[in-house]
C-alpha cells in the first residue's frame, strides 16, 4: 500500500494525488494500492482563501439531505469539497466552494459561493468556535451577501410545523459573550436582516413552500438544549416568533465584516408549551422532505439576488481615534 501523508502548506509545492495535482494543500491522507484508489477521508487545509462575494450556511433546514447533490437545480458545480481553513480561532469544519453558473444568475455572470454546513459548528452540540472561523474566512474572501437557514420551534400560534419564516428581527438569550471579529466598531443592529436580500429570499420560497412568513421575530437561547415551557411564555410575552439557538451571533458578524444578511427557517415544531406536546422523531420526516427545497431555494436567491438597495452598511461606526488612544491606556 502506498501512502500520501500532510506537507507544509502555502509552500508552492504541488502534491500528488490520485486526482491530479494540488498546489500549497496540506492536511490530506490518502491510501492505495497501484491501480485502485481508496479515499479515506481527504481534508485540504490551507491558507488561500478565495475572493467570494457570496456565501450559504447550512443548518438544520438541510442537514437531513445531501446538498447540493440532491437539490435537484441545474448550473450548480461542486468546485471543491472538504476546504479546511486555519483561522485565528481555529480550524474550520470543511466548506465547500460552489459555482452558479451563468445560466441561472441574475446578472449573467458565474458566482462563486462558499458553503458551510450546520453554522460552522464543529458538532451539533457545540458550535467550538465554527461561527467566528466562518465569518473570519468570510471576511478574508470578500463576502458580501450571506443566507442562512435553519429550523425552530414555533412561538407564535399561527405557526405550524412546516412552515417557512424569514425574520425581520431578533432576541439573543444567550449567556456567552461574542467575539469581536474586528476592533473598535460600534454596531448598531437596527434592522438586523437586509430588506432587499429579505425579498428575494421571500419569492423563492415561495416557489417551494405554500406557507412563507416575511416578518418574525427570533429568540436565540442558549443550545444545546431546547427551551423549557416557562422560558417558551416569557419569549411569547417578548413577542418572540421562534425559538432557536444559531441566529446569534450570525447576525452580528455578518453586520461586523460589512455583509448583507437575511435568513430563513423551518417551522420543525411547536415551541414547549404551545398547541400541544411532539414526539421528538416526528421532526426528521419532516427534514427530509424538506433539505431538498430548502437548498433550492437559497441558491437560488443567491443567482437571483440583486444590488442592495439598504443601510446595512450605514449601521457600523469606527470608535473615534481619540477615544481608542484614551481606552489603550
Same mark, same amino acid.
Given at each position: 500500500?502506498?501512502?500520501?501523508?500532510?506537507?507544509?502548506?502555502?509552500?508552492?509545492?504541488?502534491?500528488?494525488?490520485?486526482?491530479?495535482?494540488?498546489?500549497?494543500?496540506?492536511?490530506?491522507?490518502?491510501?492505495?494500492?497501484?491501480?485502485?484508489?481508496?479515499?479515506?477521508?481527504?481534508?485540504?487545509?490551507?491558507?488561500?482563501?478565495?475572493?467570494?462575494?457570496?456565501?450559504?450556511?447550512?443548518?438544520?433546514?438541510?442537514?437531513?439531505?445531501?446538498?447540493?447533490?440532491?437539490?435537484?437545480?441545474?448550473?450548480?458545480?461542486?468546485?471543491?469539497?472538504?476546504?479546511?481553513?486555519?483561522?485565528?480561532?481555529?480550524?474550520?469544519?470543511?466548506?465547500?466552494?460552489?459555482?452558479?453558473?451563468?445560466?441561472?444568475?441574475?446578472?449573467?455572470?458565474?458566482?462563486?459561493?462558499?458553503?458551510?454546513?450546520?453554522?460552522?459548528?464543529?458538532?451539533?452540540?457545540?458550535?467550538?468556535?465554527?461561527?467566528?472561523?466562518?465569518?473570519?474566512?468570510?471576511?478574508?474572501?470578500?463576502?458580501?451577501?450571506?443566507?442562512?437557514?435553519?429550523?425552530?420551534?414555533?412561538?407564535?400560534?399561527?405557526?405550524?410545523?412546516?412552515?417557512?419564516?424569514?425574520?425581520?428581527?431578533?432576541?439573543?438569550?444567550?449567556?456567552?459573550?461574542?467575539?469581536?471579529?474586528?476592533?473598535?466598531?460600534?454596531?448598531?443592529?437596527?434592522?438586523?436582516?437586509?430588506?432587499?436580500?429579505?425579498?428575494?429570499?421571500?419569492?423563492?420560497?415561495?416557489?417551494?413552500?405554500?406557507?412563507?412568513?416575511?416578518?418574525?421575530?427570533?429568540?436565540?437561547?442558549?443550545?444545546?438544549?431546547?427551551?423549557?415551557?416557562? &422560558? $417558551?411564555?416569557?419569549?411569547?410575552?417578548?413577542? @418572540?416568533? *421562534? =425559538?432557536? #439557538?444559531? +441566529?446569534?451571533? &450570525? $447576525?452580528?458578524?455578518?453586520?461586523?465584516?460589512? @455583509?448583507? *444578511? =437575511?435568513? #430563513?427557517? +423551518?417551522?420543525?415544531?411547536?415551541?414547549?408549551?404551545?398547541?400541544?406536546?411532539?414526539?421528538?422523531?416526528? #421532526?426528521?420526516?419532516?427534514?427530509?422532505?424538506?433539505?431538498?427545497?430548502?437548498?433550492?431555494?437559497?441558491?437560488?436567491?443567491?443567482?437571483?439576488?440583486?444590488?442592495?438597495?439598504?443601510?446595512?452598511?450605514?449601521?457600523?461606526?469606527?470608535?473615534?481615534?481619540?477615544?481608542?488612544?484614551?481606552?489603550?491606556?
Amino acid at each position: 500500500m502506498a501512502s500520501l501523508g500532510f506537507g507544509p502548506s502555502g509552500t508552492g509545492i504541488n502534491y500528488a494525488t490520485p486526482w491530479g495535482e494540488k498546489p500549497g494543500w496540506s492536511g490530506f491522507a490518502v491510501t492505495w494500492p497501484p491501480g485502485l484508489y481508496f479515499i479515506e477521508e481527504v481534508i485540504f487545509v490551507t491558507q488561500t482563501i478565495p475572493a467570494v462575494k457570496y456565501a450559504y450556511i447550512g443548518g438544520s433546514g438541510t442537514w437531513a439531505g445531501d446538498f447540493p447533490l440532491d437539490i435537484g437545480l441545474k448550473g450548480v458545480e461542486v468546485l471543491e469539497d472538504n476546504l479546511v481553513f486555519q483561522t485565528p480561532y481555529g480550524e474550520t469544519v470543511p466548506l465547500k466552494l460552489l459555482k452558479l453558473d451563468k445560466e441561472i444568475t441574475a446578472d449573467h455572470k458565474d458566482r462563486l459561493v462558499l458553503s458551510a454546513a450546520f453554522h460552522g459548528w464543529h458538532s451539533a452540540d457545540a458550535p467550538a468556535n465554527g461561527p467566528e472561523q466562518i465569518f473570519w474566512v468570510f471576511m478574508q474572501a470578500g463576502v458580501k451577501n450571506i443566507v442562512v437557514e435553519g429550523s425552530g420551534g414555533g412561538i407564535n400560534t399561527l405557526l405550524d410545523p412546516g412552515d417557512l419564516i424569514i425574520p425581520s428581527d431578533y432576541i439573543d438569550m444567550r449567556k456567552e459573550p461574542t467575539v469581536a471579529l474586528i476592533p473598535n466598531k460600534i454596531v448598531r443592529m437596527l434592522d438586523p436582516f437586509c430588506p432587499t436580500l429579505r425579498d428575494t429570499l421571500y419569492q423563492e420560497a415561495q416557489k417551494e413552500f405554500p406557507r412563507v412568513f416575511n416578518r418574525g421575530v427570533y429568540a436565540t437561547s442558549q443550545g444545546p438544549r431546547f427551551e423549557s415551557a416557562a &422560558e $417558551v411564555k416569557m419569549l411569547h410575552n417578548a413577542h @418572540a416568533d *421562534i =425559538a432557536g #439557538i444559531t +441566529l446569534s451571533p &450570525e $447576525v452580528y458578524y455578518a453586520r461586523l465584516i460589512g @455583509a448583507h *444578511i =437575511a435568513s #430563513i427557517y +423551518l417551522i420543525s415544531n411547536y415551541a414547549e408549551g404551545m398547541i400541544t406536546n411532539w414526539h421528538g422523531n416526528e #421532526i426528521f420526516d419532516l427534514y427530509k422532505d424538506s433539505a431538498p427545497k430548502i437548498g433550492r431555494l437559497m441558491l437560488r436567491t443567491l443567482a437571483n439576488c440583486g444590488p442592495n438597495e439598504c443601510k446595512c452598511l450605514d449601521y457600523r461606526t469606527d470608535v473615534d481615534a481619540k477615544v481608542q488612544k484614551n481606552l489603550a491606556k
